[in-house]
């Protein structure tokens, strides 16, 4: 009978436990893998979120502006920047900045001026989508003014009212223009709900007489371009801008979705050790059940090497139907779990960073690397797991095993 045989038939002498080991194997491959869905879902949103509603995958801006964030470091020729943008096959929305006072009655509050190109910024990025009460810019300057929910809050500001914009204007001057609240925004991002006060960009130069300077080339490729490749592609075609991913903008989030990962990994980690334990204790304890058939085995002259590859391929068959279930299973739970999602709307504290936010609903993102990993690390762990009771039944003395005495 060969190796295989044996292993399978005396998988088969306690069902029970035979049953328990390999259903907490594949529990744990399946938890295994729909946690890796479920992280690379969560990640995959939140970095979707961030880079399509204004941030982008990729940022161009003069020398030193994020040093200083001066309203004089400009692109020497946004244009250009942005015909080579397009030639990525990307998308861009030129935005200008500065800082100003907004009041309206006794009420006032500092804010963050954004000067847009509407139409742009309705192709490239989602932030249009996010209003929560009015209207987004019309593409030609009326001037209308957008603002962060938090801002227009603390103005105690509704739309249709008028607001008193008051800025230092980059000759000198003191800019002052009065704006119609068109639309308020809701995005989960502090930077924009708390201080963002969006104008048209030709409204944004009359205010500040910028002369329609431009300080930012936000681009965005919908993810059919990695960030890195995209500012690679951009700093060889415009030398002397500074090109920054995602990542380098806000390190702060990119610093959280590491951490994730670790903590998933960590967790992994746990869930390996408890798999490895169970099949240690599964092999040792048929090991111990079969103490008198080794030492029989050994004294009709089998090899110490067969009675220790028998026990490993124990192992290797358990794990294979183990991993082939928790794998079936895990995948039919992500799948249901990309589909419908999870709803955590009901959370009574929104999922809200610094800087960039996560849907109200959680989906899972199955890809083979969330199946095959798990499987590949239970394999890992259980195999070399059956070896230290392999190697304790080929140690054995036939003579005082055949006596009882072991």
């Known amino acids: 009978m060969s190796i295989l045989a044996y292993a399978w038939r005396n998988l088969g002498r306690n069902r029970k436990r035979t049953m328990i080991t390999l259903t907490s194997l594949a529990f744990a491959t399946a938890v295994l893998i729909v946690s890796f869905a479920l992280l690379d879902g969560l990640i995959g949103d939140i970095e979707n979120n961030i880079t399509s509603i204004s941030a982008g995958e990729v940022q161009i801006h003069a020398p030193g502006y994020f040093d200083e964030r001066s309203l004089y470091r400009t692109l020497d020729d946004p244009a250009g920047i942005l015909r080579i943008v397009e030639q990525s096959a990307a998308k861009a929305a ?6 100003g006072l907004l009041a309206r009655d006794v009420r006032s509050s500092g804010c963050r001026f954004w000067g847009v190109d509407p139409a742009a910024e309705r192709k490239a990025f989602s932030l249009p989508e996010r209003i929560l009460a009015g209207a987004f810019l019309s593409d030609q300057p009326e001037r209308e003014i957008v603002l962060g929910e938090n ?29 119609i609240l068109r639309g308020i925004l809701q995005t989960s991002g502090a930077e924009i709900d708390l201080s963002a006060a969006i104008i048209h960009e030709r409204d944004f130069a009359d205010l500040f007489v910028s002369g329609g300077a431009v300080h930012e080339i936000a681009v965005n490729s919908g993810g059919r371009i990695s960030a890195d490749r995209l500012r690679n592609r951009i700093r060889a075609a415009a030398p002397g801008v500074d090109v920054k991913t995602w990542r380098e903008i806000l390190p702060l989030f990119a610093g959280t979705v590491q951490n994730a ?22 092999m040792l304890m048929a090991t111990y059940e079969r103490t008198r058939e080794f030492g029989i085995m050994k004294a009709l002259g089998t090899a110490p090497r067969r009675i220790i590859g028998m026990i ?3 192992s290797a068959l358990l794990c294979l139907c183990a991993t082939i279930a928790g794998a079936a299973l895990g995948a039919a739970a992500s799948l249901y779990l ?22 109200a609903v959680w989906r899972a993102a199955l890809g083979w690397k969330n199946i095959m990993l798990p499987v590949l690390c239970i394999w890992a762990v259980c195999i070399p797991a059956a070896l230290y009771p392999a ?12 006596h009882g005495r072991y």
């Not at 990962?261 to 599964?282: P, Q």
């Not at 990309?338 to 849907?359: E, N, V, W, Y």
């Not at 190697?391 to 055949?402: G, H, I, Q």
């Open 338 to 359: 990309a589909d419908t999602g999870l709803d955590l709307g009901g959370f009574p504290i929104k999922m809200k960073m610094t800087t960039f936010i996560h849907s």
């Open 94 to 99: 030129p935005r200008s900045y500065g800082d």
């Open 261 to 282: 990962r670790k903590a998933v990994w960590v967790f992994s980690i746990c869930f390996f050790l408890v798999a490895g334990l169970g099949i240690t204790n599964t």
């Open 151 to 179: 801002l227009a809050h603390s103005l105690r500001a509704g739309v249709g009212d008028e607001l008193d914009a008051v800025v230092q204007a980059a000759d000198g001057s003191l800019g002052n223009e009065v704006f």
């Open 312 to 314: 490993l391929a124990e």
């Open 391 to 402: 190697l304790t039944a080929a140690r054995l003395d036939p003579v005082r095993t055949l």
